[in-house]
């Protein structure tokens, strides 16, 4: 069966933040409240989850994680107002773009 | 300035066989009739480019390029008659996907 998917893909002046690949993170860093586990649930390093926050800090209009350091956990991240911002226009971005696809996943004559 | 894009990923029993990355690729083919002026036009070498093609025609549900051996230009490759329903159909889906991304960007409120 073919079926068409159309991947999220968020550009500030032309250069990609948000995708498929990096927003699973901040979802969980959202939900977890923990750097470290939400690492752990999208199945990557704690190095590599600081190179994905650096990275979307880097390319975003305003940072959306902030960093803490210290603390009984080593330290951790937090989404920022803006991050919260941007993660609920991105759910609702999704989900007009799932109701878009669906609708065309029916339309298509291959 | 932020903008969403959505890039269309075709899926053949949970495999993508089409994407903004190979798409090109054959859309050369089939103006130029040349896979070798097709490779350079996207500057990929001749290799790649049929590289490219054998991964496309072993994920689709029918081969999409029909290679042809020897001649003056040392071989070629021409759309088969799926390929053609499918490029097709592609661009009648682009042309809503991209209808759709221009109204999702005059909405989005970030």
Known sequence: MITIHLPIHVYFDGKVFLSPDNIELLKKIQTTGSLNAAAK???????NA??????????????????QRGGSGGGGALISDYGKLILKEYEAIEKEVLKFTSQLNTEINI
């Open 50 to 67: 600081w190179t994905i926050i650096d990275q979307i800090n880097k390319a975003a209009p305003q940072p959306m994680v902030i960093k």
């Open 41 to 47: 649930e999208i199945s990557v390093s704690y190095q």
